[in-house]
């Protein structure tokens, strides 16, 4: 009997099981320009941090969230909000003369977004760069899972990219699985040469791929999903999920291909981590015992509420109700 990843069911385990999520947190915009404006914070993985969980809320899972942030108080408050929420800071590198990256969101009728971005200068671009870095890097092989972006990956400086690889294959060869998210953002790579290199560099390292087909589709030119799922193969990923926002969910694992339909929104507020709010849903079912398709479910429904909310986290009140079945408490993998 196995289970997702290699991992044993927590019943069998003797501390809880440990999650890392690296990436940027931002300090988040919303409204019109020249008008009144709220200001929260977000960002891909912070957003997969703070629903991972809520999600997960009850079981024996610590999420900790690992970036680089400066000493002023939007900093402060950031943290603050982590903690709320049950997010861990402890491995988080405080940088005194930057400061958090900042994005202005606004949405058109359909709940489409449109950002804007001040990012180049922000701390977490420097997370793993210099010496001070060598304890983050090194914390990595104490989690179970660590959970990486492509944005994760394009804001770092070329070094602290590289020296993150590094980790993370120490890191895995210890027994961590690897976690990947691709959210392909064109304008945060110098060029798709780049891009494509880091990318398959990171799927190489890659257990868990949650992918959105758009970006991928852009990204190295696959034709069909088919394409994809092939070379994920020969990549050695073995759990795939093809995310294709309103259309049904495409997986691919060591226990066949499944396709999951979404969930049907009447009306559309914001996308904002849609696609985000999945993958945290798809992996707190994973860690929990569910199986693929039951994890499919549980993104489903997650995407399905958020997008019917403004901005990227929606009140804990709106959380839907995901449950596991009585008897699905280890999945094959």
């Known amino acids: ?101 900042l994005y202005f969101i606004q949405t058109d009728d359909q709940g489409e977004r449109r950002f804007a971005y001040w990012r180049g200068e922000a701390a977490a671009r420097r997370v793993f760069d210099g010496p001070q870095a060598d304890a983050l890097l090194s914390a990595l092989a104490d989690y179970d899972y660590v959970y990486v972006s492509g944005i994760s990956l394009a804001i770092l400086t070329p070094g602290g990219r590289e020296r993150l690889m590094q980790a993370l294959s120490l890191a895995r060869a210890a027994g961590t699985r690897i976690v990947f998210d691709n959210n392909y953002r064109p304008h945060l790579w110098p060029d798709v040469h780049a891009a494509r290199q880091a990318y398959s560099d990171m799927l190489r390292l890659t257990d868990l791929a949650l992918i959105t087909w758009e970006d991928d589709a852009a990204l190295f030119g696959y034709a069909d999903h088919t394409e994809l799922f092939r070379a994920y193969k020969a990549f050695g990923v073995g759990e795939v999920a093809l995310k294709r926002g309103a259309a049904s969910c495409l997986i691919q694992c060591a226990a066949g291909h499944f396709e999951v339909p979404a969930e049907h929104v009447q009306h559309i507020v914001d996308t904002t981590a849609a696609g985000d709010s999945f993958s945290a849903a798809y992996l707190a079912c994973r860690l929990q015992g569910g199986e693929p398709a039951l994890a499919a479910r549980w993104g489903h429904r997650l995407a399905a509420q958020v997008v019917q909310h403004p901005g990227a986290l929606i009140p804990r009140a709106a959380m839907p109700t995901l449950s596991m079945p009585a008897l699905s408490s280890v999945a094959e993998a």
């Open 1 to 101: 009997m196995t289970v997702m990843l290699g991992h044993c069911p927590q019943a069998e385990r003797s501390r809880p099981l440990k999650v890392a999520l690296i990436g940027e947190c931002m300090i988040e915009m919303r409204g019109e320009p020249g008008a009144t404006f709220s200001q929260t914070f977000g960002g891909d993985t912070l957003n997969a941090a703070v629903y991972l969980a809520r999600v997960s809320q009850g079981s024996a899972m610590v999420v900790d969230y690992i970036t680089a942030v400066g000493a002023d108080a939007f900093s402060v408050a950031m943290r603050q909000m982590w903690r709320d929420e049950g997010v861990g800071d402890q491995h988080v590198r405080v940088i005194p003369d930057a400061l958090p990256g």
